[in-house]
């Protein structure tokens, strides 16, 4: 990561210093890293600049992040929009987090570019939307948002003087960093590991982290992993895994948000697979998640085929029908399609 602008902290420092009334957005389907940001900063901004703080989530997240929500609420849109448009309308400052674009936020997109509040970007995708936000702070060599967020938090007062964060911050801090990394499998940097030396030196007991995210899961979530890997999972030639869940086989588990978190990088531990891709069906749509190993880029083949983008390693993106695909049903001839055009040709277009 590169060494934080000091006219830019300044100004955000003014910026935290004028606000009254701020909210905080995430991203839809809000992961470790969008809701471990908001926390942090949310318990920040209220225990440390006395502002009031609001944090606006397009929909819910998943049951194993519960913990670090510990005497927190959040204002979900997708239960209520109005309440979330009439929030985000009496904030004077407006931080986005983990998200680079205002069309990352679902049914918070509207009001939040209708407000005429200040707008603050922290986040650490490719691409930012610069001219949505009046100060950006946008780092792709950093393992996640929360990983940026400790930085600026550790250069702002009271903490530029201290020897770290508070447990009550670090926490959150930290398992937005170990989901994002995969428990530091991929995106890690230098700094990251620093950044996580500091908060157990701050006392943040790591091991319960991760008794929570990776302990708690229902049994279902093992159930379907039994179906993925033996039924679903195909490995195609130029070591591509793929695997399609539709809606039919997300009732027969009785799947939830954040039940299949991880089954698109466990083809990667299979030698000789260097891609892996992972479609969920939703409502007209796949969501579609994408890993890489090496000299493959999994943000590439995300941007051409699935309208998406990410990180090298790390993407995501949507495969929508009728009009990429005729049906549902489908999607598995996409995927071996779009896979093998990419493997013959990266810079091949999608249309061509």
Known sequence: MRTLDKMKLGQLDAMFGAASAVGLTVHVHPDGDA??????????????????????????????????????????????????????????LLVALDHNSPGRIGLLEEPFRASPARKLLIDHHLDPDAGSYGLVFSETEVSSTCELLYWLLRALPPFAAAEG???????????????????????????TLRMASELLAAGVDRDAVLDKLYNQYRENRFRAMGCFLSEKLTILPGGVA??????????????????????????????????????????????????????????DFAAAWFHGGGHFHAAGGRLYFPSDIPSASHAAQYVETSAARFLQDPALPKDN
């Open 165 to 191: 964060l508070p447990r009550e911050l670090g926490t959150p801090l930290l398992t937005g960093m170990t989901t994002d990394t995969n428990n530091f499998a991929n995106s890690v940097f230098p700094e």
């Open 242 to 299: 793929y695997a399609v869940f539709d809606r039919q086989t997300q009732e027969r588990f009785g799947l939830v948000d954040g039940d299949t978190e991880g089954f698109v990088n466990m083809p990667l531990g299979i030698a000789g697979v260097r891609m892996s891709i992972f479609l969920k069906e939703d409502d007209g749509f796949f969501r579609v998640s994408v890993r890489s190993t090496g000299d493959c880029a999994a943000s």
């Open 35 to 92: 809701l471990g940001s908001a926390v942090a900063l949310a318990r920040y901004l209220r225990g440390f600049r006395g502002k009031t703080v609001s944090i606006l989530l397009p929909d819910s997240y998943p049951a194993n992040l519960e913990f670090i929500m510990e005497g927190e609420k959040a204002l979900v849109a997708s239960d209520d929009p109005d309440a979330a448009a009439r929030c985000i309308a009496s904030c004077d």
